[in-house]
């Protein structure tokens, strides 16, 4: 039966995780409400006569590496940028997981680190998230994505990969076919990359899976 976590479970497995003060804590908490009214994490069930909301192992783990995202002193727009980065299917092959995950194929990449996690020999994963900012307008990039330690570098089309059509001031244009055939052609504009994070997320996620 998959384990269910509570706000306050959470936090506090966190804040032992990581040996906080008490006042700490009640931050990590408060963090905790607030991606839940954001719904950046989603509630599993409500159990008890309160109806006390409680989250499963996908959902705790979610809540996890986002307090961290948050705790490296990334924002809310971070935050909508990997909104996606959960459900994307990881790379075909990689040694010890099974073609499926929840009867999902290929397997969703948390479903992935998860797995993983769980198996003493498996290497780690790290959530890598690159900020990139547009030259002509200024505007936020935000592009997130799971790797394993055992992976090549990114193929030259990843939007993760600095290379190809994602490289530094690189400007591509983009086709787009309308329904009468006709093609229109779109600039995605130059952008440079102005950092990068990588957080190790199956030792942020390890101590939530503990019996």
């Given amino acids: 039966m998959n384990k269910l976590y509570g706000l306050t479970a959470i936090a506090e497995t966190v804040a032992e995780s990581i040996g906080v003060s008490d006042e700490k804590k009640s931050l990590i908490h408060r963090q905790l ?60 092959g990689l040694e010890g997981l099974p073609l499926s995950i929840n009867e999902t194929f290929p397997p969703r990449a948390l479903d992935a680190v998860l797995y993983d996690a769980r198996r003493e020999d498996a290497p780690e994963w790290f959530l890598v998230i690159v900020v990139r900012r547009n030259v002509e307008t200024g505007e936020r990039l935000i592009v997130g994505v799971f790797r394993r330690a055992d992976q090549n570098a990114f193929a030259d089309d990843d939007p993760a990969s600095g290379k190809g059509p994602f490289a530094d001031n690189v400007e591509v244009s983009e086709g787009h076919v309308a329904s009468n055939g006709e093609v229109t052609w779109e600039s995605r504009g130059r952008h440079l990359t102005i950092a990068e994070f990588r957080f190790p997320v199956t030792k942020l996620i390890k101590p939530l899976l503990m019996d």
Wanted: avoid cysteine; charged fraction near 35%; hydrophobic fraction near 40%.
């Fill in 33 to 92: 409400k607030h991606l839940l009214a954001t719904k950046a994490i989603l509630p599993t069930d409500r159990i008890g006569g309160r109806g006390d909301t409680v989250f499963d192992e996908r959902e705790a783990s979610k809540a996890r590496i986002q307090l961290a995202v948050m705790d490296a002193g990334l924002d809310a727009k971070t935050l909508t940028g990997i909104e996606k980065v959960w459900d994307r299917g990881i790379e075909f």
